[in-house]
């Protein structure tokens, strides 16, 4: 780590007049009045790693502000030029409801024009799945979006994307990243923008996009039995509210319910403690309406649209929350179901999920004879597979368990627009077989098994922060446990060292996907347990699966408790509370 006085060099470097008074203004004031701010916006730089930029809005080389997007986007045209050359570049640019995104999306494409790109720029904030979808259309070459996805107001992002619509993978991840290291003085940055370059671009994409969404629509017939079922829908102050509501009603939905207060577009998220559709914080306002107007369905997406949060009817009439994993067990089912009773197979389909995502996805699978594939967390990976497969297999869907699904090809990033039209769908479907969605996961829970998973953050902040997760990780890696909650560990999969350990034969067999900090430990009981850092906030996430056998519906509640005291006594056990 840096020394004080080499933070405070670094510091008076941005006193120079290549920065903006308003920047040299806060880094004069953390030099003289706050020490602690000012080790933690210089000690050291915000890193482009393989997702983009994501950190806390300020002045400082480890914040989010024009001069490190600026060194992003530099560093990203560059490698461009040198894939493509500058003849004929093209590139979109989106943004969300944060704080400076539209501040940060107009820089980024000043940079691009500046290095002789043609700028696809949206007018104002659309959701991230639509600059997927317009950088397939306008056939650019790469794209940006602007986003901190649902991390609290203070933060903002910048995710690079590839000629596919999918964000950045092997090679180009790495070799971005080199050129954007070589971005080492603002002097670099061409700031200085060709207007005649940038192109606004608006409601004309929004319809060709809905229209693609509308297209997977299994089932339009029932929607229009059903067109009036009462659904509350809020987008938590972001982008969601200018495409979600379109796209249900050009699903057939007529009785859209919004919340008023989350409507408009905030990066403060005023009325909520999180923008995040994971936290029932997020979603009581929602629900509240929902009770109020007795609607049957309540669905809420994050700030860029991209994650999608469900509440439905328990079987006393509660509204409870879905989890991410519950949503896209029901979303896959709904798909592989239909398709089979619709004789839509051709025989070369395939779902997605994560390798931390509920098993119970590929019991489906298994059930419909469908094929699957497990990749790393991230829907970049979603998008190298579908490219990977374009002309041979058909992907028909898949999700993760933290709330992202996509539920079809055209665009190559989770997509909560189109989730939320075919949630609604498949609570029309239920309803023409008399239940709820809620009842629909129980009778999928009998047919092929009861999972319950369960996602455990230890939050660290800062750079004493980050010693720690990774001094954990080490810790588990090193001295793995023979035992958790009296169950053996039988195998262990390192995905930073590639290999599977099968304890119990004594054998090792390689992982085929990319290196990754995740360990995952399976027990003699069927627990699966996986383990990671956070690739976007300061934290180590844990995520328990356990599941056993529901006989019945009736049986529900009893085998929920028999799961949770199991979740809870493995948590206990490692000592996570």
């Not at 339009?220 to 938590?236: G, H, L, N, R």
């Not at 098994?449 to 902040?461: C, H, Q, S």
Request: aromatic share 10%.
């Amino acid at each position: 780590m840096l020394s004080l006085a080499e933070i405070r060099a670094k510091a008076q470097s941005w006193l120079d007049k290549e920065y903006n008074e308003e920047t040299r203004k806060e880094v004069r004031e953390m030099l003289d009045k706050d020490e602690k701010k000012l080790v933690d916006a210089f000690y050291q730089d915000l890193e482009f790693g393989t997702g983009g930029l994501r950190g806390i809005m300020g002045a400082g080389t480890n914040r989010m502000n024009i001069y490190t997007l600026g060194m992003a986007t530099q560093g990203l045209s560059n490698y461009i030029i040198q894939q493509c050359g500058n003849i004929g570049v093209k590139v979109a640019i989106a943004h969300d409801c944060r704080n400076n995104s539209r501040y940060f999306a107009e820089t980024t494409a000043n940079i691009f024009s500046a290095n002789g790109f043609e700028v696809y720029l949206f007018e104002s904030l659309r959701p991230t799945p639509e600059l997927s979808f317009a950088i397939r259309h306008f056939k650019c070459q790469s794209g940006v979006v602007i986003t901190a996805s649902h991390n609290p107001p203070e933060y903002n992002g910048y995710k690079a994307y590839w000629n596919d619509g999918g964000q950045v993978v092997a090679p180009h991840d790495e070799e971005i990243i080199t050129e954007v290291r070589k971005i080492t003085s603002v002097n670099k940055i061409k700031f200085n923008g060709n207007k005649d370059k940038i192109k606004s671009i608006g409601k004309e994409t929004d319809e060709l996009f809905l229209n693609e969404v509308k297209k997977i629509s299994i089932n339009p017939e029932i929607i229009k039995k059903f067109a009036s079922i009462p659904i509350v829908y809020t987008p938590i102050h972001g982008t969601g509210i200018t495409l979600v509501p379109a796209a249900l009603k050009m699903f057939g939905f007529k009785n859209i319910i919004s919340v008023p207060e989350q409507d408009v577009p905030d990066g403060n998220f005023p009325t909520v403690k999180s923008p995040n559709p994971e936290e029932p914080d997020a979603l009581k306002l929602a629900i509240k309406k929902a009770v109020e107007s007795n609607a049957e369905l309540v669905m809420a997406t994050d700030p860029d649209a991209d994650r999608l949060g469900l509440a439905v009817k328990n079987r006393t009439g509660e509204f409870i929350l879905l989890n991410g994993n519950q949503t896209a067990v029901i979303l896959i089912w709904y798909i592989l179901s239909q398709f089979k009773e619709r004789n839509k197979y051709k025989g070369n389909e395939y779902i997605i999920k994560t390798i931390v995502t509920t098993d119970l996805i590929e019991k489906i699978a298994d059930g419909f004879n469908v094929e699957y594939f497990n990749v790393l967390t991230g829907f970049k990976f979603f998008a190298e597979l579908i490219r990977q497969y374009e002309d041979v297999k058909k992907y028909i869907g898949g999700g993760e368990e933290s709330y992202g699904f996509l539920p079809g090809d055209y665009v190559r990033d989770k997509d909560a627009v189109a989730s939320c039209a075919l949630a609604a769908e498949t609570a029309t479907w239920a309803k023409s077989k008399g239940m709820s969605l809620f009842e629909l996961l129980l009778d999928i829970y009998v047919k092929y098994g009861f999972y319950k998973e369960k996602l455990i953050n230890i939050v660290r902040k800062g750079k004493e922060g980050a010693d720690q997760i990774k001094a954990m990780m080490a810790g588990y890696r090193n001295n793995p446990p023979e035992k958790i909650n009296n169950s053996k560990v039988i195998k262990i999969n390192d995905y930073e060292m590639q290999v599977s350990l099968d304890i119990l034969k004594g054998t090792k067999t390689s992982i085929d996907l990319i290196k990754s900090d995740v360990l995952q430990f399976f027990l003699a009981d069927g627990t699966k347990i996986s383990i990671r850092p956070s690739g976007t906030e300061p934290k180590i996430k844990f995520y328990f699966s356990v599941n056993t056998k529901l006989e019945s519906r009736d049986k529900f509640e009893k085998t929920d408790k028999i799961l949770d005291k199991r979740i809870n006594d493995l948590i206990g056990d490692m000592k996570l509370t």
